[in-house]
Nanobody, 125 residues
Framework: QVQLVESGGGLVQAGGSLRLSCAASGRTFSSYAMGWFRQAPGKEREFVAA????????YYLDSVKGRFTIARDNAKNTLNLQMNSLKSEDTAVYYC??????????????????WGRGTQVTVSS
């Protein structure tokens, strides 16, 4: 099993940057594909980005391509999401998630086995 704890959320102005981190506990972090999801008030949770077990492949929601970068450091059991050029529409609670890497849809939330509690990101305009 793996426990996930997000951090780095906060209040930023539109056009600013924020870096989210997800600390994972456990000895098998490198065996999990990782993803970021977000949920705005009154809306469904949506896929944001995902990364394969060793970082060889990444996937992004179309609206964040070129602005967000997902990365992982398996030596530190850490997942990161660098968010640049933030927009008010990025305001949401951001969650990290982990899944066994045995095939599946990285954008499908039901494929993920473990979830963090989330961190709030608020972008003011």
């Amino acid at each position: 099993q793996v426990q996930l704890v997000e951090s780095g959320g906060g209040l930023v102005q539109a056009g600013g940057s924020l870096r989210l981190s997800c600390a994972a506990s456990g000895r098998t972090f490198s065996s999990y594909a990782m993803g970021w999801f977000r949920q705005a008030p009154g809306k469904e949770r949506e896929f944001v980005a995902a990364i394969s077990t060793i970082g060889g492949a990444t996937y992004y929601l179309d609206s964040v391509k070129g602005r967000f970068t997902i990365a992982r450091d398996n030596a530190k059991n850490t997942l990161n999401l660098q968010m640049n050029s933030l927009k008010s529409e990025d305001t949401a609670v951001y969650y990290c998630a982990a899944s066994g890497d045995r095939g599946g849809d990285y954008s499908e939330e039901t494929w993920y086995d473990y979830w963090g509690r989330g961190t709030q990101v608020t972008v003011s305009s």
